[in-house]
């Protein structure tokens, strides 16, 4: 058993760890809160917060019965979204376990203010440093000792709750329950808030899970004992709420109860006890309470010192914190750290302000729980096997997902705040500590991959299969050469190996400025050009030339057709024309845009340094083009062996493995796949990416290779590896000042090798290529 700990906890060990983490300031501490802010509908937001709290625990008893280890949340958050995501589940959680055991120590001061009529023999602080000492040698001592000191507390405590609530129901006065189950007696936004407020209360369902490595029969006794202590509590909340507010009277400053001592306002259980059975009603409550609160920061320090320890054994945190005491066989030093934590709150902090940044944290991480458990199902995973299921997945997953952010939405800036700089400060120490240890990745990380794959690889084959005929647009102007011009032309018309394509070659000449200048631009009708000419010289490859004939005019721009038929089979034909115009770049995406062509072919414009930083015509024409676009930078393309084609960052574009095909089917050449991931990649990420180079090898028409590489420097390794091909085909990369200035990877790719290169460009004409979709496309193959 990983970590030397025992299997000692008990179903009801395992219920009083649950039951005793939730009852404390969840019920003696909220409700005066909750009623501050949505009055008698709190009892409403008790029953919400419940509702609410269960899809997170029906995820981690699934995920606890899979992997029945010590970490509990971190653990599955880990396993399930990586260690990036583990790191801020780990780090937060543990925080905030720490700050709700460090809130129940000090949080009974309007309890023993309450029963002392205002005067306290000793400081607050120093008798909860004292209690916390105490809980803290019995966790060094041993889980089996901690767990029997806890059935113990439940017992008592619960004994002296049922004797309120017995004694309680009979003197409810019903007229004081108006409004308790209508939201609009306070608002939806007051109730919403009040449920984020109570929603803590509940936290403690899961802490079962954080000593699931402790638990006897785990099968059995986790699922019965997180259902049933939540059932179990849930219950009790709303009596002992139902009872507050019947026998409770609304004071002056619109709180629950009756404000007799000054500090003593929110001790409201203890006024309704002595209300109900007279002062020894409030000797009950607080023997109530002092256990309740007492049991809260013990199963705090509990399961809080579980994070460090787990955090440790995946290397996320110092290996010193995975110590077993060789006497107790506890993390010692785990709970050493937590309790010199929980001390340091206790001393320092104001801890009823850091709850509700705790709550706010709690919120997100049960979100984040039920995202890992979505990931280690659709990740498949070979090592999850749980032995409890999670009912109706995923609508429940997705409705605990959506209803936490709700929540979090309604808790306040501070809390929000306070949540976004514990994630800062787990990202920092991610990046500085666990980034350079840790090489493994979560579940959902590789299911996302999986998905972005499997769309990748579905555009792709509906893109070969797809019988629609193809209009490109090659784009020449007064400085492309013949033998350039021969070479985008010869790439265009390959595509006729796969589809039907009619192919414009269109000539921008410049004009010079006239101040008189039409609004459009001319089209003349000439011979084509000697280049294109039948003749000794002329390629096997090349197609007849139809002149085109301007007939029509469409947006202000006129543009030519020929009139005839195209062809019905596939195959390539060409039409060719000249364009004057003052502004040819212009000029290429009107034609483009009013012609409504799918594909554009350009010269590639190296550009040099100063027209990189301000942005070159290459650069407006890529973000203005309508269509597809083709960069070609020609150095002699007579015909291919091979043709390399590398993946930017992210999966493959379709349009760049239909180009690389249809040439390769008119050359005889063979096809390599070059993709480069990070050196010393996750096992995951080498096999999901094998499997989608295989996919898409089974869907082009002639044969194709895969090399996959691991290097740091992703353009020096794919380029020594595409260095023999004959053609080159990459991407354009985003554009960004920072990568005009340094130099974007494709255009450095193109500039290392010798051979033709093309740059693809696919238009997005759905909308669809977001800025997430893109960062995961990135991320995930790269």
């Not at 925080?95 to 120590?105: D, N, V």
């Not at 939201?183 to 407020?197: K, Q, W």
């Not at 999670?390 to 605990?400: R, T």
């Not at 090399?707 to 420097?713: F, K, P």
């Amino acid at each position: 058993m990983a970590g030397g700990l025992k299997r000692d906890l008990g179903l009801f060990s395992v219920m009083a760890i649950s039951i005793g983490a939730m009852v404390g300031s969840g019920i003696f501490i909220l409700p005066a809160l909750a009623f501050k802010i949505a009055g008698p509908t709190m009892l409403l937001a008790f029953l919400l917060a419940g509702l609410l709290v269960l899809p997170a625990a029906l995820s981690k008893i699934e995920m606890a019965t899979a992997m029945p280890q010590d970490g509990g949340t971190y653990l599955y958050i880990e396993r399930g979204m990586g260690p990036l995501f583990g790191t801020i589940a780990g780090v937060g959680t543990w925080f905030s376990l720490s700050f709700k055991g460090a809130l129940a120590l000090v949080g009974g001061v309007p309890y023993l203010i309450y029963l002392l009529g205002g005067e306290l023999p000793v400081s607050i602080r120093i008798v909860a440093i004292t209690i916390a000492i105490v809980l803290i040698v019995l966790n060094l001592v041993g889980s089996d000792v901690t767990g029997r000191f806890q059935v113990g507390i439940v017992v008592v405590m619960l004994a002296a709750m049922s004797v309120f609530v017995v004694a309680g129901l009979p003197a409810v006065e019903s007229s004081r329950l108006s409004g308790a189950f209508d939201p609009r007696s306070s608002g939806t936004l007051s109730l919403l808030e009040a449920t984020g407020a109570v929603y803590v209360a509940y936290a403690g369902v899961t802490k079962i899970a954080s000593v699931a490595e402790e638990i006897e029969n785990p099968s059995r006794n986790i699922p019965i004992g997180m259902l049933g202590s939540l059932l179990f509590t849930g219950a009790l909340y709303v009596l002992t709420v139902y009872v507050l507010l019947g026998v409770l009277p609304v004071n002056a400053a619109g709180g629950l109860g009756t404000i007799t001592t000054a500090g003593a306002e929110d001790a409201v259980v203890a006024q309704a006890g002595e209300l109900l059975l007279g002062t020894p009603g409030v000797a009950i409550v607080t023997i109530a309470v002092t256990l309740a609160l007492v049991s809260t920061a013990n199963a705090g320090i509990l399961s809080a010192s579980r994070y460090p320890f787990a955090m440790a054994r995946d290397n996320l945190a110092p290996p010193s914190l995975t110590t077993i005491s060789e006497r107790f066989n506890t993390p010692s030093r785990a709970v050493m750290l937590t309790g010199a934590v929980i001390l340091l709150m206790i001393a320092i902090f104001p801890i009823l302000q850091i709850a509700k940044l705790a709550s706010a944290f709690k919120i997100l991480v049960f979100v984040l729980i039920n995202i890992a458990l979505i990931g280690f199902r659709e990740g498949a995973v070979e090592e999850y096997n749980p032995t409890w299921i999670a009912p109706l997945y995923p609508w429940v997953q997705l409705f605990g997902i959506v209803a936490g952010l709700v929540l979090l939405s309604q808790m306040g800036t501070v809390p929000i705040v306070g949540a976004i700089v514990i994630i800062a400060g787990s990202l920092l120490w991610y990046y500085t500590y666990v980034r350079s240890r840790v090489t493994r990745e979560g579940a959902a990380t590789d299911a996302v991959r999986r998905n972005v794959g499997d769309d990748a690889v579905a555009r792709t084959r509906e893109l070969f299969d797809t019988d629609a005929e193809l209009d490109v647009l090659v784009a020449l102007t007064e400085r492309t050469s013949d033998r350039t011009k021969r070479g985008m032309l010869r790439i265009a018309t390959d595509l006729g190996r796969l589809r039907t394509t009619t192919v414009a070659l269109v000539e921008f000449l410049n004009i010079p400025h006239r101040v008189f200048a039409q609004d459009h631009a001319e089209i003349q009708v000439r011979d084509p050009p000697e280049w294109l000419q039948s003749g000794a010289d002329r390629p096997d490859w090349l197609p007849d030339v139809e002149v085109g004939q301007p007939t029509r005019t469409s947006g202000g721009v006129r543009v030519g057709d020929t009139g005839e038929d195209l062809p019905t089979t596939r195959g390539t034909r060409i039409e060719h024309r000249e364009i004057d115009s003052e502004d040819h770049k212009r000029a290429i995406v009107d034609v483009a845009t009013y012609e409504g062509y799918d594909l554009l072919v350009l010269e590639r414009d190296r550009g040099d340094f100063h027209r990189r930083i301000l942005g070159d015509e290459t650069g407006w024409i890529l973000k203005n083009a309508p269509c597809d676009t083709v960069l070609v930078e020609d150095r002699g393309f007579e015909g291919a062996d091979e043709i390399a084609v590398v993946a930017n960052r992210g999966a493959y574009d379709p349009l760049k493995l239909l180009i690389a095909d249809a040439v390769a089917e008119e050359t005889g050449a063979e096809i390599n796949l070059i993709q480069v991931i990070p050196e010393d990649p996750p096992e995951t990420q080498r096999r999901t990416v094998e499997e989608y180079h295989t996919a898409l090898i089974s869907i082009t028409t002639v044969p194709t290779r895969s090399t996959i590489l691991e290097a740091d420097d992703d353009v020096a390794a794919a380029a020594r590896f595409a260095q023999p091909a004959d053609l080159v085909i990459t991407g354009v990369d985003t554009p960004g000042f920072l990568g005009r200035f340094r130099g974007r990877p494709g255009n450095r790719l193109v500039e290392s090798v010798d051979c033709t290169a093309l740059m693809v460009q696919t238009a997005d004409r759905s909308g669809s290529r977001s800025p997430i979709k893109r960062v995961l496309m990135e991320r995930l193959f790269s």
